[in-house]
T-cell receptor, first 113, second 114 residues
Framework: DVKVTQSSRYLVKRTGEKVFLECVQD?????MFWYRQDPGLGLRLIYF???????EKGDIPEGYSVSREKKERFSLILESASTNQTSMYLC????????????FGPGTRLTVT | KQEVTQIPAALSVPEGENLVLNCSFT??????LQWFRQDPGKGLTSLLL?????REQTSGRLNASLDKSSGRSTLYIAASQPGDSATYLC?????????????FGAGTILRVKS
């Protein structure tokens, strides 16, 4: 079974803190994605990566950066957390052999106070 | 810019009812459309994928249809069960050179009462 894991299920941070959200997949997938999910807005793509050290902005990249130093790991970084970044963050991965199927992690619910 | 809308936002039905969830999208130039299920506090599970050239897909009690020209898809759930209670999300694909970027609707929260 494909497994996508996220480092924390729940996280509480203070405004201005630097926050790291980690995602690891065990299927050697080329593509990895970070989404945020808010009530009434669905999932919105923040960043995605199609290879190690390669990244592309999604629809809402402002206030976020990403890092992919190894194929299995994709990190989302909030340089200076703000209250409007309180959200559910979901990571996903997909293979170039089957682009249409994204596997999702369980999500990290981040609260910024 | 592609926008995906799902109606209704929430639905509560008694067990055994047949029900329809609706999804509409503004740009008909999609590559495919997927329906996902999300249980509380969990990630997404893909239910059905319809290629842009297809009209429908079926899996067990689920049937999804696609009318690309009108920008609409429906998810039909037959003989609903309490275990079907979840959030159902629709997403359309915009195929790029790398990866497969999805645009999601806000979801329909379904509750099936026993």
């Amino acid at each position: 079974d494909v497994k996508v894991t996220q480092s924390s299920r729940y996280l509480v941070k203070r405004t201005g803190e630097k926050v790291f959200l980690e995602c690891v997949q065990d299927m050697d997938h080329e593509n990895m994605f970070w989404y945020r999910q808010d009530p009434g807005l669905g999932l919105r793509l923040i960043y995605f990566s199609y290879d190690v050290k390669m990244k592309e902005k999604g629809d809402i990249p402002e206030g976020y950066s990403v890092s992919r130093e190894k194929k299995e790991r994709f990190s989302l970084i909030l340089e200076s957390a703000s209250t409007n970044q309180t959200s559910m963050y979901l990571c996903a991965s997909s293979s170039d052999r089957n682009l249409y199927e994204q596997y999702f992690g369980p999500g990290t619910r981040l609260t910024v106070t | 810019k592609q926008e995906v809308t799902q109606i209704p936002a929430a639905l509560s039905v008694p067990e055994g009812e047949n029900l329809v969830l609706n999804c509409s999208f503004t740009d008909s130039a999609i590559y495919n459309l997927q329906w996902f299920r999300q249980d509380p506090g969990k990630g997404l599970t893909s239910l059905l994928l319809i290629q842009s050239s297809q009209r429908e897909q079926t899996s067990g009690r689920l049937n999804a249809s696609l009318d690309k020209s009108s920008g609409r898809s429906t998810l039909y759930i037959a003989a609903s069960q309490p275990g079907d209670s979840a959030t159902y999300l629709c997403a359309v694909s915009r195929l790029r050179e790398y990866g497969n970027k999805l645009v999601f609707g806000a979801g329909t929260i379904l509750r099936v009462k026993s």
